[in-house]
């Protein structure tokens, strides 16, 4: 796997698992979430025009991808409504280096090593460890984060293929972006009967600045599915979990336990046998 390919997909891991603790926080998450997603459709509207257009083989992944990602905002948000940072993520997480890799191999014909193989598996056993035992979110919770992960899974490896057919890899993560921020913005119109921003409010300032960072993380994985197969890019972003896991400990007051660092462990030694 690239060096190139693993630093991107790390990065891109710790952005996002910085924006799921500030959506966590949030008194409206429906509302943050879609000023997240607002935000970053402004950004990207000037730079639509400056970057090669997409060929028509590529729009029908980038309105799919857009549409998925619609999903998986309104399924994340009811996840965290009864769940915490570090019990919600993991499961969400968990369920999306096995289902990508799985989407790879039967539809794509991608196949991996034995080496990328069990990175694979560690991370996800890893991950799925770290919402097991007494304190675990309640049920609907972990049904909604599944839901979520498979959701996930989907539009990734939608990525992983609709990338391939653009001469810029960048101009399809913004197009995405853009349409997925305008078609979320208008399922909240449609389901909240109008969409109040308040300029002057701190809240809204932070929920576009959580935008940036969420456009910033989909964005690096996204450039760097173009250097390395799905399941591998996916699996070593997966280890946002662990940074998920010490962000809920160290900023949100989460128990930090030895069942969740040692399954961090079992997720680092999966993210570097993956890259081998």
Not at 135 to 141: C, E, H, K, P
Not at 230 to 250: K, M, P
Request: charged share 10%; proline share 4%; aromatic share 10%.
């Amino acid at each position: 796997m690239s060096i190139v390919a693993v630093c991107l997909a790390l990065i891109a891991a710790i952005l996002h698992a910085s924006w799921n603790a500030f959506l966590r926080t949030g008194a409206d998450r429906l509302w943050s979430i879609t000023i997240m997603s607002l935000a970053g459709s402004i950004i990207t509207l000037p730079f639509l025009f400056a970057l090669p257009f997409p060929a028509a083989p590529a729009w029908p992944y980038i309105l799919l991808s857009a549409c998925l990602q619609v999903g998986y905002s309104l399924f994340l948000v009811a996840a965290y409504r009864h769940g915490e940072l570090g019990q919600v993520y993991p499961i969400v997480r968990g369920t999306v280096p096995l289902l990508v890799t799985l989407g790879g191999f039967l539809f794509f014909g991608e196949v991996l090593g034995p080496f990328q193989t069990l990175g694979v598996v560690l991370i996800a056993a890893g991950i799925m460890s770290l919402s097991l035992g007494k304190t675990r979110a309640a049920t609907s919770s972990i049904l909604f984060a599944l839901t979520t992960g498979l959701i996930i899974a989907c539009y990734s490896t939608v990525d992983s293929r609709g990338v391939k057919l653009v001469a810029q890899p960048v101009s399809y993560a913004l197009w995405v972006l853009f349409l997925f921020g305008i078609m979320i913005t208008l399922a909240y119109i449609v389901t909240r009967r109008g969409l109040s921003i308040d300029l002057r409010a701190p809240a809204t300032w932070k929920a576009a600045g959580g935008g940036v960072v969420a456009m910033l993380a989909y964005g690096l994985v996204v450039v760097a599915y173009a250097y390395a197969p799905a399941g591998l890019v996916t699996a070593v972003r997966e280890t946002s979990v662990v940074f998920a896991v010490l962000i809920g400990a160290l900023v949100l007051g989460e128990p930090l336990t030895l069942r969740r660092l040692l399954a961090c462990l079992i997720v680092a030694g999966g993210a570097i046998s993956v890259s081998l």
